[in-house]
């Protein structure tokens, strides 16, 4: 990541929106990892499903860090 030169509008707000990012892809990346093991068609939607929430968290906190920056 660059540096730049002016601070973000709420640097504590940007470290934990960071944070949640790549958290979520961490879970993201071992939901999919079950999704390869499980073979059950109901198990399957409720990973697929919390894989998608998760997506969906990202996406905000990203929308989030573009307004502070």
Do not use: C, F, G, Y
């Not at 929106?17 to 409720?46: C, G, N, P, S």
């Amino acid at each position: 990541m660059s540096e730049r030169l002016l601070p973000s509008d709420d640097p504590v707000a940007e470290e934990v929106l960071e944070w949640t990012i790549a958290k979520d892809a961490q879970d993201i990346a071992q939901i999919m990892h079950w999704l390869e093991q499980t073979e059950a068609r109901r198990d399957r939607m409720v990973l697929i499903s919390r894989a998608n929430e998760l997506i969906e968290e990202m996406m905000h906190a990203m929308r989030r860090l573009d307004e502070l920056r």
